[in-house]
């Protein structure tokens, strides 16, 4: 099947629509929770490590530690969960198990 018309020239449209699509969805939509999900979606992901699913089950298990014991004893627990995110983003590129990964290739590469 050939399309007479390339691609690109259908963009402005195919935006138009996925805009018209979102504004419906903010306006119609209560999405607290949607948005809630997804925000511990992505602190699982980026803790443990983008682009794996053992990254995302372990940042998931260390979101909801770090979480559940700090909602406990201290009140602003959200702040220092942002912290623990800026460590692992800026010192560990790859997340925890990424990290992980590398250091058990590392330590098999020396044996």
């Known amino acids: 099947m050939r399309v007479s018309r390339p691609i690109y020239e259908a963009l ?3 935006y138009l629509a996925a805009g018209a699509a979102a504004l419906a969805a903010a306006w119609f939509v209560n999405a607290s929770l949607w948005s809630n999900l997804l925000v511990l979606a992505g602190f699982a992901a980026l ?19 770090i979480s559940n014991y700090l909602a406990s004893y201290i009140p602003r627990w959200e702040m220092f ?6 460590i692992v983003i800026f010192r560990f590129r790859k997340g925890v198990w990424g990290y992980i990964g590398d250091k058990f290739k590392r330590g098999t590469e020396a044996a």
Not at 49 to 57: I, T, V
Not at 81 to 86: I, P, Y
């Open 81 to 86: 969960l942002g912290v623990a995110l800026l």
């Open 12 to 14: 402005p449209w195919l």
């Open 47 to 65: 803790i443990g490590g983008p682009g794996s699913l053992y990254g995302a089950l372990i940042g998931g298990v260390l979101y909801m530690v």
